[in-house]
């Protein structure tokens, strides 16, 4: 496979350019997502699978796709960090940054359902994935196998519990009208792809050069520009949703969102090619995450709504997490640790 920098010496590459690079990948996943998406739906209401079941598990997957193919690219190119950062700093966006900025427009309703099964889930989930890396010192083959297994099986149940409920009803107005031509939606479907690897090619090369030139990990890179970036799809209709107070599904395309980039697409990367995860982010970004996944289930199950209150506090959760998560990938935790030892060593 054909990459960037086997094509342009990116080294070489002005750092305005680099930047323009990185907004372009970014452009062509999203474009790439969203087409994906249009296709995969419209298909599959045509081949008449009920809109329900699309809005589920087809959509759901489709908007994740972003994330997997730059998860993918990254490991590919034995970058790990860019990979997981990208995951655990979409999560941490997505209940702090675009639900925290939803609420603060428009307080957001909450579905019973959600606070029945897919609030536990998720935190199952979460703490489920914790356990696979610490076990595995990163995600392993055999830890890829049983997310990917969990994502099956969450599949099912969704599929299977949402029959006949209201949130079935909210999904399918939710779906816009399918696309009649089956020969375009193959052609939105085969287009979408090849932008999605080439908006994720784009963006690791630039993204991985422009973190060596500042001095920080790539890991950093991931969970802040990358993960702020792939999920701009979901923070541009989360809001358009708030302003148009249909705040029904925002929490559920959150979780799932969240679900899926944690079962998913570790699960995918995980099967396909085993990758380690740096044990600062086992030390701190990770339990972080899951502290993070408790409030914002709190948040969201107290009183069935997210108030503006609550959003505020989200977003500020938000930033001290990206603030905490950059302070440890520049070595600001160790440095200062190294010089309290040194200050105890010192003392008579």
Not at 154 to 164: A, E, N, R, W
């Amino acid at each position: 496979m054909t990459t960037l920098s086997a094509v342009i010496n990116v080294a070489n590459l002005p750092g305005l350019v680099l930047a323009l690079i990185i907004i372009g990948g970014l452009c062509f996943l999203m474009v790439g997502g969203d087409w994906l998406c249009r296709g995969s739906a419209s298909l599959a209401i045509r081949l008449n699978v009920a809109p329900v079941v699309v809005g589920l598990t087809v959509v759901s997957i489709a908007t994740s796709t972003p994330e997997l193919f730059t998860a993918l690219v990254g490991v590919v190119r034995d970058q790990p960090g860019l990979a997981i950062g990208n995951v655990l700093g979409s999560n941490a966006a997505n209940m702090g940054l675009i639900l925290g900025a939803a609420a603060l427009i428009t307080p957001i309703s909450v579905h019973y359902r959600l606070i029945r099964w897919e609030i536990p889930i998720l935190l199952g989930v979460t703490v489920l994935f914790a356990v696979l890396v610490y076990l595995g010192s990163g995600i392993t083959r055999v830890g890829g196998i049983i997310l990917l297994c969990v994502t099956a099986g969450y599949l099912i149940f969704i599929v299977q519990t949402s029959k006949g409920s209201r949130i079935e009803k909210e999904i399918e107005e939710e779906i816009p009208s399918p696309i009649q031509s089956i020969w375009l939606c193959a052609g939105l479907i085969v287009v979408g792809t090849f932008f999605l690897w080439l908006g994720a090619d784009l963006l690791v090369d630039a993204a991985t050069e422009s973190a060596l030139r500042m001095g920080v990990s790539e890991t950093l890179v991931g969970i802040t520009v990358v993960a702020i970036g792939t999920s701009l799809p979901e923070l541009g209709a989360t809001i358009a949703a708030a302003v148009r107070k249909q705040s029904g599904i925002i929490v559920g395309n959150i979780i799932g969102s969240n679900l899926f980039n944690l079962m998913l697409i570790c699960g995918v990367v995980g099967t396909a090619l085993p990758f380690p995860v740096d044990p600062m982010l086992m030390r701190l970004e990770i339990p972080m995450l899951i502290v993070f996944t408790g409030i914002f289930a709190w948040f969201v199950v107290s009183q069935r709504k997210v108030s503006r209150m609550e959003g505020g506090l989200l977003i500020a959760l938000y930033a001290a997490f990206i603030i905490f998560s950059s302070v440890s990938q520049t070595g600001g935790f160790e440095a200062a640790a190294n010089e309290v030892e040194s200050a105890i060593e010192a003392l008579p």
